[in-house]
């Protein structure tokens, strides 16, 4: 554990001493800080009230107050050795920051944070959290932890809403007159050329829709992700001489090869895993059965909520059951009530203890009216006339823990019934874009997704891949935390002197 | 980019761009097709490429007014540019257009090398089959082709069809006012019973192409057809323009658009293409209301909201 030796801790002490709380538990021996471990809850923020934000778009989370952050900051025990840094996978200073908070010194914290964190305001609202940096910090084990995403994101907007002037412009590097091409702007993509702008190169993203941020802009909703968040870190990322070309779809009208030879020096595949998953099921081809993307581009980036004032219309169902229990699901099912739903069921086939998704979502999605029907799974889509009509769900139990370590559901013999909907959309998850083979000319693993070494380097030794591509499905910081990874191997390629990397090019 | 380079009114209703585009016009091949969206708040509506150039850069399409995006792009002139387009997408009708992937592309099935092989065109669908025709032409088939339309107005691309070095060409309308009167099945129907072709290429509205198919299959005649379904992003992202092939849930804007006609369900296909029907209509009879409504753009009496506020009423869901 920790010791208590360091200058800047014993200085924290000093200030910070006389606003603790006077009635504080003993310390337990285990814990030697300068700060008392809090026993007191973390500083809830506050939300949209449920009953308001179903019927609209705006963002359900409004995020602390100043006096919040500060008050929240204060409940860190500065520990030394900051285990909360190593549960994050772009290692944020996060000890450091919430120290500037603590010292009110909120340019530096957001200096802090930014200098790892190309997309802070985004991490700050979409990031599980639970599972990583708050899932390592001390006070967890008894309490709360330290609300770290809640600070990132004040942080953050503290950031967006100072002047243009004074807002800390990121620091590049001398221009080292090298291209990269980074295909796709999702997570990983954007990731990977803040990071790569940083250390001086010049960065051209290639997307293939017609606006910049990938599953940021066409998956998750505008209430929990507002869409100017996501504007103004791509705008920063354009100012920190990163070039985006939208309407370009890698592999048919450009291969990762042809960039290659017509100059760029490498390039990194961020195209995500983008072809949803199907039930396999009877009538799941009906009209009113969505894919959870489908359901969800509809509505986020083509506006269908304001249809007819833009063009793309969504149906919207009275009924709606939305398949599954992850993230995608929670958004799909907040989103169907948000459209007038009278009633949106969701169908998952274990338990809510198990659910992939945010604690914080299913919380919300809780609270606004989604039912949720445990231990239940699609067997078929009945229809008439073309259209759904509703979902006959298998009853299911849990086994024993499968290889995930999660207990497997197995069907209860002879429980099955029809659960009444009109509309059905599937979240279940993704599958590599077939299309992916003539991106690159690369090494594929048996489940179609690109082979890749740790750094993210592919078979191709100026091709390096990360995100959902290389991994399957995952989180939005885990694909940022592969596209920064991949971009420092690419940096320490192209800086390596000739001979060590014709060695590694070989 | 995206600049509309010349526009053609081919008859009432149909229309001819011709787009500058030379990253796509590089890459571009028959059977394959592009997005587009014509303002901020546009749809994402597939076209399939007509014809292109790769010296000159440009790109070709050809469209039948029918809704909004296309009423759209029919008020674009030349000069004007299109908000987004991108492409080329989906796979090539012919496997040999791909020398980097050789699973990309189709084979047609019981077509030798060389062979005998009819493209069947119904009204705009021709402006897809022609490309393929003369893809066909220039691996040396023999080409033979079929094209119909209502009437002597509604046919396109005639005269670039006569210019290919075809096997036959047969012109059929439902009302005789050009090339024989009659369907597009009677001239396929000989062709496919007098064993003179091997294989059968067929683009045109779902309700054509289900019934040629059928005339080709019941000779003995294997078919190929370009499938339109509705599509978002037509990179595979979504899909909404999923179709059951064989039983199997498949992606048209990443494993097609062509598919062995045999394993389509037609049914589906088509009540899938109405799933929007009432939207379509609705959106388009806005715009026209906009349109009517901006012609009085000077007397001040036309409110953009308006049309947001009837939304709103509609969906019942803000306040």
Redesign the interface.
Known sequence: MTQLNSDKQAECVQTSNSELPKTLPVTPSAIPTRRRPSREPRHAMANQPAEERI??FQEVALGYTLEQARAEAERCLQCKNAPCEAGCPVEVRIHDFISAIIDNDLPEAVAILKERNALPAVCGRVCPQESQCEATCVLARRGEPVAIGRLERFLADWDRQRPEEERNKTRLAPCKHKRIAVIGSGPAGLAAAGELSLRGYYVEVFE???SPGGVLA?GIPEFRLPNYILEDEVEALRQARVTFH????IG????CEELLDEGFNAVFIGVGA???K?M?IPG??L??V??A??FL??VNL??A?????????V??GRQVVVIGGGNVAMDAARTAL???AEEVTLAYRRTQAEMPARIEEVEHAIEEGVKLVELASPLEVVGQD?WVTGLRLQKMELGRADASGRRRPIPVEGEEYVHPADTVVSAIGTLA???L??VA?VDINQWGYLSVGEDGQTSNPRIFAGGDIVTGSATVIEAMGAGKSAAIAIDELLSAPDVQTQRRMT | MNEIIEKRMLSEGVIQLTVYEPRIAAKCQAGQFFMLRVTDRGERVPFTFSDWSREEGWIRFIFMVVGKTTSLLSELAAGDYIKDLAGPLGRPSLRSHDTRRPSWGNDFEGLQQGGSVVVVGGGVGTAVAFPVARALCEEGYQVHVITGARTAELLILEEELRALPLASLSIMTDDGSAGSKGLVTAPLKELCSSRSVSHAIIVGPAIMMKFAAGTALDAGVPATVSLNPLMIDGTGMCGACRVSIDGATKFACVDGPDFSAASVDWAELMSRQRSYIDDERESHAAHQRHVQEREHENCDCFDESSLWARGFKKGGWAT
Do not use: C, I, K
């Open positions: 019927s609209n293939a829709l017609h066409y939208m309407n370009a779809p048919t009208v450009a291969s983008g072809l949803p199907f396999d799941e081809n009209n009113g969505y894919s993307n489908e581009t509809r083509m506006h909520y304001e249809f007819p004032r833009w063009d793309t219309p149906q919207r948000r459209l007038g073309g874009n077939p299309h083979r003539e000319d």
